[in-house]
């Protein structure tokens, strides 16, 4: 079949755009989409979502682009210092692209500060579609609830606010299961497409992201993807999971521009409900296409910058652990970005700039295409190796520039052999203990499933398993998969006060080598903690390290299995060490609030490096 011409038509206070298959309806001049027709839907979204309560407004439209090939219009609102009020010292242009014979069409953003802006905190934007329907996003798929189960009557809100407990819903299916939009968060790096299917017409909406270039906190931040009511985002900025640290602050004055987006709203329907599924296959498909054509050609903006003004860095990178290996360790599926951010780790909290990651090979070896031009800090991690590499020099991507970097080494943090180890360095819990849900409380989703972490109410597990004595952790004996709890929570006392926990590593030593031991700490996450390192004894002669108000990162109550990583190294002098038994002990020091905790990564003791040792270990 033919294609048809994009049109653009003016009617009162609406922009309609309409290429045969989608048709779009735009409130002018503020620039919220009201409708969008699609598959014998005359509108896919919720018309009962009001006009008025939409977020950001435009003041001024334009018709950027219009060709039979391709619309784009603008919806913009300018932020002007020298006027008073009360205002968003930011200036936004919201933006849409609808192509000729293309199921979807783009939305992206620009946001400005001009000069002599004041003092600003930026702590989340996105894009929110509201809708009938029911639900499939990547392997997690299921029939949700109706918004209106959430209502008094049908729901009864849970000790998390946005957790519902499911007592008379309107799909008696689910009754007795817990709903919350935080359990279908997920990574930027396992993102890419999440969406709707509705049962009748059958109609997919999906929303793809072609690269997660704009979006903050690298490939391990956690997005909202959807949840009841029902809801479909976009999520550009955010700090879920990593908390206050994530806000971004602009200083008074400070002059910044970002473009974020685009992002692809991609459509598609079968007249068969049995094939709903395909929707989803083709939804997959489709983001794998997406990918391949960005940076996308027809954008109409100077700010967004096509292939051709972009260049690339390529490399290798190596591992270098004299304890593990002589010789040097291809860093196998590492993480490799460039970033704004300049030192280690910071990454993770970068929200101003753009950053671009991408996955080494099995010989350590990667390529970062379509980078902006820029100055940035060379950042990765390697599986299986703590901390967080930094390359020394910063990288210049400059217009059409192909950087080589060649070989790096990335040497991990490392003073002597592994006395002992509990988990695997992944920076996540997830290799530790996670117990089954509360029969109360059950998302029947991740019954079985390796996503488990995300049911509702495990921090009170913990309490269940060890309800008078805190956990103890036997080296040689105790197996970290099943032994070692994934969160060290607060527990529950019989006054339903929630008390400090104090957790036990026992190991033996046949002979104790003088000099400093290292006790390496990888953190996956942590919130509102205080945490403690004795060794041997509990007393203040005997406390090693102390940090407290650790975390904001609220990863607990929100079902996640990491947030921000941290690392600290603990000088143990082997004066406090003796032949035998001796015992490490962890602790929680920060009681009353039920989601306070921390999540180990990856816990390490090292022996101090003889010269005889260190001599062999580089031969």
């Known amino acids: 079949m033919a294609q048809k011409n994009v049109t653009l038509i003016t009617q009162g206070s609406y922009v309609i755009m309409d290429n045969g298959l989608v048709k779009l309806t735009i409130s002018k001049p503020d620039g919220s989409i009201t409708g969008i027709k699609y598959g014998g839907m005359d509108n896919l979204l919720d018309l009962k979502s009001r006009e008025s309560n939409r977020g950001l407004s435009g003041t001024e439209y334009s018709v950027v682009n219009s060709s039979n090939n391709c619309v784009e219009v603008s919806f913009r609102t300018t932020y002007d210092p020298s006027v008073g009020g009360v205002r968003l010292p930011l200036s936004i242009d919201k933006r849409y692209i609808l192509r000729s014979g293309i199921s979807g069409f783009q939305c992206y953003a620009i946001y400005e500060r001009p000069s002599g802006s004041p003092a600003f905190d930026l702590a989340q934007t996105r894009m929110v579609f509201r809708f009938h329907y029911m639900a499939i996003t990547d392997e997690k798929q299921r029939i949700m609830p109706m918004p209106e189960d959430l209502l008094r009557g049908r729901g009864e809100q849970l000790i998390v606010p946005e957790s519902v407990l499911l007592i008379n819903p309107i799909n008696p ?54 949840h009841t009511g029902p809801t479909c985002l976009a999520m550009c900025h955010g700090t879920h999971y990593i908390g206050l640290d994530m806000v971004t602050h602009f200083e008074e004055g400070e002059t910044w521009r970002k473009v974020l987006g685009p992002f692809f709203v991609y459509l598609n329907s079968t007249p068969n409900l049995s094939n709903a599924f395909n929707l989803w296959i083709d939804a997959k498909k489709q983001r794998l296409y997406e990918e391949t054509i960005w940076p996308y050609n027809f954008v109409s903006s100077p700010y967004y910058l096509t292939a051709t003004e972009r260049g690339s860095a390529s490399g290798r990178l190596f591992v270098q652990d004299r304890f593990v290996s002589g010789a040097l360790i291809p860093a196998k599926y590492a993480y490799v970005g460039l970033s704004a951010a300049k030192t280690a780790g910071s990454w993770q909290i970068e929200s101003k700039d753009y950053q671009f990651w991408v996955q080494t090979d099995s010989n350590g070896a990667f390529t970062i295409n379509n980078v902006i031009p820029g100055v940035y800090g060379l950042h990765g991690w390697v599986p299986g190796f703590i901390g967080d590499y930094l390359n020394k020099a910063l990288v210049t991507i400059s217009s059409g520039s192909q950087t080589q970097l060649g070989n790096l080494t990335y040497v991990p943090p490392r003073d002597g052999p592994t006395v002992w180890e509990i988990g695997f360095p992944d920076r996540s819990a997830i290799g530790y203990y996670v117990p089954d849900v509360n029969p109360l409380y059950v998302n029947k989703l991740y019954i079985n499933s390796p996503e488990k972490f995300r049911q509702y109410g495990l921090w009170d597990r913990y309490t269940d398993i060890h309800p008078e004595f805190d956990q103890t952790f036997t080296i040689g004996v105790n197996d970290s998969k099943k032994d070692w709890f994934f969160a060290q929570v607060n527990r529950r006392g019989a006054d339903k006060k929630y008390v400090p926990t104090t957790w036990k590593i026992t190991f033996n030593l046949n002979s104790v080598i003088s000099g400093v031991y290292k006790l390496r700490l990888a953190i996956a996450s942590a919130t509102y903690s205080d945490l403690k390192v004795h060794v041997n004894y509990l007393d203040l002669d005997h406390l090693v390290f102390q940090v407290s108000n650790l975390g904001t990162d609220n990863t607990i109550c929100r079902h996640g299995i990491h947030g921000r990583y941290r690392f600290f190294n603990v000088d143990v002098s082997s004066s406090f060490l003796v032949k035998g038994d001796n015992t490490i002990f962890l602790t929680q020091a920060r009681g009353g609030y039920v989601f306070s905790g921390i999540l180990y990564d990856y816990v390490r003791m090292e022996a101090p490096a003889t010269s005889e040792r260190s001599e062999w270990a580089t031969e």
């Open 173 to 226: 299916d689910l009754k007795g299961q817990v709903d919350d939009k935080y359990q279908y968060s997920m990574d930027n790096k396992d993102g890419g497409v999440h969406g709707w299917i509705s049962s009748g017409p059958v109609v997919g909406f999906w929303v793809i992201f072609p690269s997660h270039e704009f979006r903050n906190g690298g490939p391990t931040k956690q997005n909202l993807t959807c």
